[in-house]
């Protein structure tokens, strides 16, 4: 028997367990998109307690605890209840999360982070919170908890809106390095990602037309037309691109597939900006022609597009009136996805503006759908050094309630069935907190041991050095490669 959590954790033979050892562990991290607060690494944030790091802003948690109920009133999920009553909350909940990735995400992060090897339950949780607290006291931060995980790259995730005050903080060169190096002052290297949702939302003019206001303000443009959105846009753009930006990002329940000419989404913008009614064909026709744009723009910045789809968001409007977004009241969508994904993409390449795309579905039905949509298409190559073979689209890791072990053997094993698992650009956290890292482990060891597997049932040939370089690449070689950072490419 095993040790829970031991050396071999989830490595069932002795052939996973060198790949993961010799090959995985060894790859630093490449996070290319997570929720983390750049504001927080550029500040090196120092936490006051394991709450502060742990539990706030976690809706994976929250939904446990609610599940759980009895004990746990909302107060301590997004309520007032203090820091510690919040922590006990969660403990009384972990023992009971068995079988959830959270039992398994838990203790690895306890481990990793604090050396804690025991088991979080109400009668371990004062003397766990202690341990904790005191190693963030000795001053542990965001910037040791980076260093502690190998994290080399990060990619937050960004409003065209935001003032990206943080992310110039973090760009800024190392002033005590010789003249002529460029590396820059902080040693992970930290980027914005564009994600520009906001922007599609003219039937809600309670977000749309605040949003505008910032977007006038970021961009130092008067927003009065739909051209004047387009040039905020640009220079937003522009911005992110001069602080390395590699990527947009964009949340959508379906891929608009509804094209228009330029004075057609224009009306429909001018009908927003009045506060007229927007039909669902026009914010469609609209939202098609502003994802086309920031498609061009993203050719000329030679940058991947991320799409994710199907998430069914703030299912409770109860609990959204009360609570807001992003508190653990999300869902699986079920909206249709292939024909629309189909028709944008087709758009997108008939227009020669199709970027290099990372496609994520929240639906486990429609794994075959997007893994072969993503075989189907070829980026536009465009631009000075433009490959000549243009890269594939990417259909991405296993996303958000999907991120599981058995999400995870389902996702590798339909990649593989259908294209290739040798250029699949591995894992990333998806998280706003900065102890979710050990979940490029999990991923790694579930890796290893799906093809460590197949080796012992003679399905792979026995060639560790072979198949070391497959588990490599997809743990961090790949990523740095189709985001535009080779291996070649220092990053400091």
Known sequence: MQEFLGE??????????????????????FDYHTHLSAADIAADRQFSNL???????????????????????????????????????????????LRNPLYHWTHLELLRTFGIHELLNVQTAPEI????????????????????????????????????????????????LPFGDTRRRYEVDIRPTFRPDRALTIRQPAVFLPWLKKLEEASNTEIRSLAN????????????????????????????????????????????????????????QYATFVMLFVARLNIAARWTMQLHLGALR?????AFSELGPDTGFDAIGDFPQGIALAKFLDLLQREKALPQTVLYNSNPADNHVFATLAGSFHATPQGKGASKSPMALQWGPP??????????????NTLSSVGLLSKFIGMT??????????????????LCDL??????????????????????????????????????????
């Open 8 to 29: 071999d954790f989830l490595l069932s033979s002795d052939t996973a367990r060198q790949l993961y050892h010799e090959h995985a562990q060894p790859q630093s991290i």
């Open 51 to 97: 709450y502060e790091l742990w539990l706030q802003g976690d809706h994976y948690k929250w939904r446990a605890m609610r599940a759980f109920g009895g004990q746990n009133p909302e107060s301590v999920c997004t309520g007032d209840s203090l820091p510690y009553e919040k922590f006990l909350a969660w403990s009384r909940t972990v023992p009971h999360t």
């Open 129 to 176: 919170w202690k341990r904790a607290n005191a190693v963030l006291q000795e001053g542990l931060g965001v910037r040791g908890i980076l260093k502690k995980f190998n994290v080399r790259v990060v990619f937050t995730t960004d409003d065209p809106a935001d003032d990206l005050a943080a992310h110039r903080k973090l760009a800024e060169v190392d002033p005590d």
């Open 229 to 284: 959105l387009l040039d905020a846009l640009s220079n937003r753009h522009r911005a992110f691109f001069e602080l390395g930006c590699r990527a947009s990002d964009h949340g959508l329940e379906q891929c608009p597939a509804r094209p228009c000419t330029e004075d057609t989404a224009a009306r429909i913008f001018d009908k927003a900006l009045d506060q007229q009614p927007v039909s669902a064909e026009e914010a469609e």
């Open 314 to 318: 703030n299912a409770s409007s109860k």
């Open 399 to 412: 996303w958000w309630f999907l991120d599981q072990k058995q999400g995870i053997i389902e996702q590798l």
């Open 429 to 446: 956290t998806d998280s706003r907190s900065f102890l979710s890292f050990p979940r490029h482990e999990y991923f790694r060891r579930i």
């Open 451 to 492: 093809v460590g597997r197949e080796v012992e049932r003679g399905e792979l040939p026995n060639d560790v050095a072979m198949l070391g370089r497959l588990v490599e690449d997809v743990c961090f070689h790949n990523a740095a490669e189709y985001f535009g950072m080779p291996r070649t490419e220092a990053i400091v």
